[in-house]
């Protein structure tokens, strides 16, 4: 039986044109991309608002986790927060990431892998480092310096045309307000990201 519903799959993906081994790279996004500064994302050009900006440190750009995680298509019941161990997870059906704040490290499905920046919790958020995220998701990630943008696509496919959504951004950012920058001091990462200048207390851990 376990035969026959193999073949009929493969049956079905040559039917639809689609190659069995592509099968899993047709169901990524073609583009997601992230402005620094701005409330919004684009995936597939078309625009979403999250209400937090995205922000750089260390040359890194940083999200919100369950906006970052809904960019990629991960759901919000697949992406948690521990907080007896201050441990995000995303959860998507080959893959499971876990980072912890103030470790400079991330898990992909129980392996360790080094990176050179940590997650940081600001104004009661769980932010992450965008890049090692969409990496371990699957995506190719490049950096536009002149406007401030992580671009994300599928890895082994070209990177799309995404002119239309540079403008879009650009334009939104023109009509937002740039958010504070962020803590320099590892050990103080409560700050208000809002304009207001004023420091928070941490009332409560939220993953979005």
């Not at 090692?132 to 406007?147: F, H, I, M, R, T």
Request: proline letters at 6%; glycine letters at 8%; hydrophobic letters at 40%.
């Amino acid at each position: 039986m376990k035969k026959l519903t193999t073949i009929v799959l493969i049956l079905i993906l040559a039917v639809a044109g689609v190659h069995p081994a592509l099968a899993e790279d047709y169901t990524k996004l073609k583009s997601i991309v992230f402005k620094v500064g701005t409330p919004f994302y684009v995936v597939n050009k078309t625009d979403i608002l999250k209400g937090v900006s995205p922000f750089l440190q260390k040359d890194r750009i940083y999200v919100p986790v369950r906006f970052l995680g809904n960019a990629f298509g991960i759901t919000d019941n697949n992406i948690t927060w521990d907080d007896s161990t201050q441990t995000a997870t995303i959860k998507d059906d080959n893959t499971t990431l876990q980072m912890t704040i103030g470790q400079a490290q991330i898990i992909f499905n129980g392996n360790i892998k080094q990176i050179d920046v940590p997650p940081l919790l600001i104004q009661d958020r769980t932010f992450l480092p965008a890049r090692y995220v969409a990496e371990s998701l699957g995506y190719q990630v490049s950096w536009d310096d002149k406007n401030q943008m992580l671009i994300c696509w599928p890895q082994g496919q070209q990177e799309p045309d995404i002119n239309g959504s540079i403008n879009w951004l650009n334009g939104q950012s023109q009509q937002t307000t740039k958010p504070l920058n962020p803590p320099t001091n590892q050990s103080t990462t409560w700050m208000d990201i809002t304009g207001s200048g004023g420091i928070s207390q941490p009332t409560g851990i939220a993953v979005d």
